[in-house]
């Protein structure tokens, strides 16, 4: 069972170095339209706690394709992208547990009580703490089909906001 853990941490820490190294890469995706929005969105998001320029490419993509399809892109791409933090939570669960096991149960019952509206506020809000609360969501086993949805909605909402006030910049 740990060799599992190991594993997924294994894989986790793969991706969130490679997207690191070749985060430079990202400015060569903007040729791509749509995948490279979905691309820079997806890299961007799986470096767990280091900054990318994702949301640009938003506002940028809002300029010259619909706000809709931008939106949808980048929402896809981003949750899929933080899905690596959330298996880094679900990774290191073990380790969480057993060396805080008072914070463990305390933060346990409120994301059981108000999970959904952080999960949603926080992916929502352009913020470097959401790879916190998709590590902490790994760890608290909240449903990793749930927590991809509400993040899904917060991202999408997120994403046409940013996509129109692109939009409103493009010359018409």
């Known amino acids: 069972m740990k060799l599992k853990y190991i594993l997924i941490f294994l894989i986790s820490i793969f991706f969130v170095v490679g997207a690191f190294v070749f985060q430079q890469q990202?400015?060569?995706?903007?040729?791509?339209?749509?995948?490279?929005i979905f691309l820079i969105n997806f890299i961007g998001n799986a470096t767990v706690f280091l900054?990318?320029?994702?949301?640009?490419?938003?506002?940028?993509?809002?300029?010259?394709?619909?706000?809709l399809a931008v939106a949808i892109a980048s929402s896809f791409g981003s949750s899929?992208?933080?899905?690596?933090?959330?298996?880094?939570?679900?990774?290191?669960?073990?380790l969480f547990i057993k060396n805080h096991h008072t914070?463990?149960?305390?933060?346990k019952d409120i994301f059981q009580k108000w999970g959904d509206a952080v999960i949603f506020f926080f992916a929502?809000?352009?913020?470097?703490?959401f790879d916190a609360v998709g590590i902490?969501?790994?760890?608290?086993?909240?449903?990793p089909v749930k927590f991809f949805l509400i993040m899904l909605a917060?991202?999408?909402i997120r994403g046409l906001l940013l996509a129109y006030l692109g939009s409103a910049f493009a010359l018409h």
């Open 51 to 67: 900054p990318a320029p994702a949301i640009a490419s938003v506002v940028a993509g809002g300029v010259i394709y619909s706000p």
């Open 124 to 129: 929502f809000v352009p913020n470097p703490i």
């Open 154 to 156: 917060g991202r999408f």
């Open 26 to 36: 990202l400015s060569h995706f903007r040729s791509l339209g749509l995948l490279g």
């Open 136 to 143: 902490l969501a790994g760890a608290l086993r909240f449903s």
């Open 103 to 107: 914070w463990y149960k305390m933060l």
């Open 80 to 94: 899929m992208g933080e899905m690596i933090g959330f298996l880094l939570g679900v990774s290191g669960k073990e």
